[in-house]
């Protein structure tokens, strides 16, 4: 199952597709040049159960490490994971 992404400099999202639907998502607004808020994510019952939120999270710190940014999340699911994993996720956390 692939991840997809894209960023327009000003917001972007992670999100799976499955048929061409997005069955999961998870989306992001930059406040600064820094900075991303995760403001929501999301995930179909199609796929609930799976880790799809665990995985959305992981490949938007991985992006996150490669561009030098750091979270500042409002999404309480987001903030919940990167709070559990904080000793994975400390290099991100704002």
Do not use: W
Request: charged fraction near 35%.
């Amino acid at each position: 199952m692939e991840i997809k992404h894209i960023d327009n400099g000003k917001n972007g999202k992670f999100f799976i597709e499955i048929d061409q639907k997005e069955e999961a998502e998870m989306t992001y607004k930059y406040i600064d040049d820094n900075t991303i808020d995760i403001d929501h994510t999301e995930v179909k019952e199609a796929l609930k159960g799976q880790g799809m939120g665990y995985k959305l999270i992981d490949e938007a710190v991985s992006f996150m490490r490669k561009n030098n940014l750091k979270a500042a999340p409002t999404c309480s699911y987001a903030k919940a994971i990167l709070e559990k994993k904080k000793d994975e996720y400390q290099d991100v956390i704002k």
